[in-house]
């Protein structure tokens, strides 16, 4: 079976996304969480995981899918305004996670990409062994802990076995190309 351009791209995000964030984590942990170029690269990042969330979801039709579809947009916007809040604050503005009002927001938009990372996590448990799975999840789970705690060296190993588990993913998806879902 032939795969698509979409299926191709879709299915290469799962190898770029994470890399891009792994090196946006290197540059925070050994820069500091407000470098700008850090937050420049993250932003990219939270951008290809949106393209990695949609591959995810394609993996489904029910209700796990639109579940992850929905949070998955959500986390998205979360992940994506955290690196311009990183933005900002290495320009010397406010940093929104300490504001009040409606800054807010940003605290549970951005905990809705770990969310996103676990309800993945479920979605290849069927399509990809077991272990590859399961450290999505853990990583998932993992990830609210290295960045709301701005822990640098767990940051880069969540995101080292994210490039691993999301490449494993892509090579075992690429081996078997289902067709996905019509739009």
Known sequence: MTSTPLQRLLTGSLLVAPAVYLVADLLYAT????????????????????????????LGEGPLAAALLVVGVFGAAGDVAYGFNTIHVSLGDTDLVDATGAAVLIKPLGLCFPLTLLLGAQMLRRRVPVGVAALVAVAALVWPVAHIANVGWL???????????????????????EPLPAI
Do not use: E, K, Q
Request: aromatic residues 8%; positive net charge; proline residues 4%.
């Open 31 to 58: 820069r500091g969480w407000d470098d700008p170029l850090a937050a420049v690269v993250h932003v990219f990042g939270a951008v290809g995981y949106t393209v990695v969330m949609i591959r995810l979801a394609t």
């Open 155 to 177: 940051a880069v190993l969540v995101n080292l076995a994210l490039t691993g588990a999301f490449g494993a993913s892509a090579a075992a998806l690429s081996r078997s190309p």
